[in-house]
């Protein structure tokens, strides 16, 4: 016998808010096989499930652009507590970087014997639908990019720039064991030429998904950082971020990304990703690129954490990053660029390090003894929505820097937009709560944050994927039900 039913789940009461329109629209959604099917004021039709929105904003699920799960726990661990994380903020699609070596699955070698392992790893770990972007690191895994496209759906790569002579938390002479690439390889300038000519061999292979095949870059220059490392740890005057700052300094960004332009250029890469840019010069060198090389698409990345954190942060090491937390001239340029339409989307570089991992004992706090990247997924969207509204960001172009941009980006052709045929992933926020980011509030595993003490003035309530709730009312709903996203994903 056919269903009564129109929907599966109808939200009701809610205020629509959709990238690249303008306004919010007072509506419900109806939700059927995990897609939304209609959009409007009162919907009619029965549903088997009614969710009340209670007038709440209804955002399209994050897509968090840049996450690192699995990067200082085991994978399998870090999945369960970090997409759980993710959920809180919103977040419904996590895309994570990941490569051989050490950290992650601490193994060298091919990606054919490594990421079915990191699949079965993730299998029923995640809250959140999931996705790799993977780095290329030897002349074998770059060989393989065209599999890794056919076989498992990936279609973004990453080159570290900075790897081949500079450490992943400071200054180091080991890096082709940190990497775990052989004595006949090396990770320089021409391997990462060479991983742009494998990205572009794949856009021929693959006509269809040529716009969403792309190479991302972590754009700091070794020589430089190393030059200035060892000034900096002479120099008695700086000490904390400050000093991480000077010693990764802005202009070894702007370089990088000069370096990787051309590179882009040479080899015919169209689809480049500028990876969290944190500084002025790091920008105008982004766009200076830009204007040079037209036939080029690149796009602009920055996280929450450098538009909320400058160097004076009372967090001190815990707020050590790659690239580091910049001044608050840097930070207020990187809002200026933001609202001028230069960058394209904002995420969190989510990596969870637990505390005693983080400052080791005895290190006392130096920030070169520190190691690098914290969380921060579940404050992505509300931190958002608190410091761009006042800045003139509006709703709508939050919904495209969290969801769609990136989700078009990356090949989530089924992700990033409210509109019948999407999936319902959906995130409901309180524009009017008023509150204080505590670690202890959090449900990640990490145990600290540097953002302890923001004010937010925006929560998210609830989360849905694909039209089931995982999160509500702070705590997590049912089972890990996240799926792998093989791209082209549609819905």
């Known amino acids: 016998m056919a269903s009564k039913h129109l929907f599966d789940t ?9 990238p690249r329109l303008s306004g919010v629209l007072p509506a419900d959604v109806g939700i059927r096989d995990g897609k939304i099917v209609a959009i409007g004021p009162s919907l009619e039709g029965a549903a088997r499930t009614t969710i009340d929105g209670r007038g709440r904003l209804a955002f399209p699920g994050v897509v968090d652009a840049h996450m690192h799960t699995g990067i200082y726990s085991p994978l399998a661990e870090d999945a369960l ?23 992650y699955l601490n193994e060298g070698g091919p990606y054919a014997r490594l990421y079915p392992k990191v699949l079965e790893l993730s299998r029923d770990r995640f809250y959140v639908d999931y996705a790799y972007h993977l780095a290329p690191l030897d002349s074998v895994q770059i060989g393989e990019m065209e599999s890794l496209v056919a076989t498992h759906g990936v279609t973004s790569f990453k080159i570290f720039m900075f790897y081949g002579g500079y450490g992943l938390h400071g200054a180091s002479g080991q890096q ?5 690439i052989g004595a006949d390889e090396s990770y320089d300038f021409a391997h990462f030429e060479f991983v742009m000519r494998g990205a572009q061999r794949a856009m021929e292979r693959f006509p ?10 972590h754009c700091e220059t070794a020589e430089i ?17 400050r000093a991480y700052s000077a010693a990764r300094p802005p ?13 882009a250029h040479e080899t015919n890469c169209l689809n480049i990703n ?46 050590k990053v790659n690239p580091p937390i910049r001044s608050r001239e840097d930070v207020e340029y990187l809002w200026s660029a933001l609202l001028a339409g230069h960058l394209d989307w904002v995420c969190s570089d989510h990596a969870c390090c637990r505390h005693e991992l983080k400052v080791p004992p ?15 997924t579940e404050y992505l969207l509300p931190a958002l929505i608190t410091a761009g509204l006042p800045r003139g960001l509006s709703l709508n172009r939050i919904a495209e820097l969290t969801s769609l941009n990136a989700a078009q980006r990356f090949g989530l052709r089924g992700k990033g937009d409210l509109a019948p045929g999407f999936d319902a992933d959906i995130a409901l926020v309180d524009p009017a709560s008023t509150s204080v980011i505590h670690a202890g509030d959090s449900l990640s595993g990490q145990g600290y944050t540097p953002f302890e003490g923001v004010e937010l003035t925006a929560a998210v309530t609830t989360t849905i994927l694909r039209g089931e709730i995982i999160y509500d009312g702070g705590r997590m709903v049912g089972p890990p039900r996240g799926r792998y996203l093989h791209r082209p994903y549609v819905a």
């Open 225 to 241: 950082m190393n030059a200035y490392t060892r000034i900096v740890q002479r120099d008695r005057t700086l000490a904390g971020l």
């Open 10 to 18: 109808c939200l009701r009461n809610v205020k629509v808010v959709r």
């Open 176 to 180: 082709r064991d940190f990497l775990m």
């Open 274 to 319: 500028l990876l969290h840019l944190s500084s002025r010069k790091a920008v105008e060198a982004a766009m200076m690129m830009a204007r040079t090389f037209p036939h080029i698409d690149f796009r602009r990345e920055a996280t929450i954490g450098h538009l909320i954190l400058d160097y004076d942060s009372q967090a001190g090491a815990l707020a």
């Open 208 to 217: 269809d998904r040529r716009a969403e095949i792309s190479v991302s870059l």
């Open 81 to 103: 507590t970090e997409s759980r994380a993710a959920a809180q903020g919103g977040v419904t699609s996590s895309l994570n970087y990941f490569r051989s070596g050490q950290y």
């Open 251 to 263: 202009h070894s960004e702007g370089l990088a990304i000069c370096i990787a332009a051309y590179l």
């Open 362 to 376: 005895g290190s006392g706090h130096d920030v070169f003894l520190a190691k690098s990247g914290f969380g921060g």
